[in-house]
């Protein structure tokens, strides 16, 4: 059923993205994760974006600093860690790109971003290009039904929630929200990497303390 929403992704890509890239959708767990991460939007450096990748389509392919961080909250095993380390991005094959999920998968968490248009660069998008992509990640939700979704940044956050938030303020503070019927638990973490990487230390102080809760329920 996530295959069905990458033509729209596909559709929207043409409208909001880089002509010469391709839509990035997710990736991982997809059956009742115990996390589902949401990221803003992709941008070139995942070289699964480029045409001539006929591999998966997932976030995050070809980077290095996120994998540090989940990496650092336990939840990517050493060798693929080191490997992901060691290897420039360029170097990523269609092989080792399903290695570093299928990871993903045995952890059980699932990677997305709200926005699935690539751009060239890390420039910020208006509140109404995410906007467009809302009820597709809603629809995500619903399809993959994960225990704990865990929105990063302060734009994000409020796109999804549909309130004001600061990150800063509310840090491992557990929100509902009701979707197509359902509640979901929300968390709202710093940015880690980017512009926001200096806050990397405190998202993964938040992410260690959620993952802890979950593990108790």
């Known amino acids: 059923m996530l295959e069905e929403l990458n033509k729209k992704y596909d559709k929207l890509q043409l ?15 997809t059956e009742s994760p115990d996390i589902c991460f949401v990221f803003m939007n992709p941008t070139g450096r995942n070289i699964a974006s480029l045409k001539t ?5 997932s976030p995050w392919i070809g980077t290095k600093n996120i994998w540090t961080l989940f990496y650092n909250i336990g939840l990517l095993d050493e060798d693929i860690y080191k490997q992901i380390i060691e290897i420039k991005g360029k170097d990523w094959t269609y092989e080792f ?12 968490y699932f990677i997305t971003n709200l926005g ?12 109404e290009v995410y906007l467009q992509y809302l009820k597709l990640l ?6 993959i039904n994960p225990k704990v979704i865990v929105l990063f940044g302060n734009q994000v ?3 999804v929630l549909g309130t004001k938030i600061s990150v800063s303020e509310c840090r491992c503070k557990e929100f509902n929200k009701i ?3 359902k509640v979901y638990n929300f968390y709202s973490v710093y940015y880690p990497v980017g512009n926001g990487s200096f806050n990397a230390p405190k998202a993964i102080e938040d992410l260690k ?3 802890n809760n979950i593990r108790i329920l």
């Open 97 to 108: 790109a399903d290695k570093v999920y299928d990871n993903v998968t045995k952890y059980k």
């Open 179 to 181: 979707i197509n019927g």
């Open 116 to 127: 699935k248009c690539t751009q060239v660069d890390a420039r910020p998008l208006k509140d």
């Open 157 to 159: 956050s409020s796109l």
């Open 53 to 57: 990748w006929k591999g998966r389509k």
């Open 209 to 211: 303390y959620i993952l």
């Open 138 to 143: 809603y629809k995500e939700f619903e399809i």
């Open 15 to 29: 409208k909001y993205g880089s002509k010469e890239l391709d839509s990035i959708y997710n990736g991982g767990c």
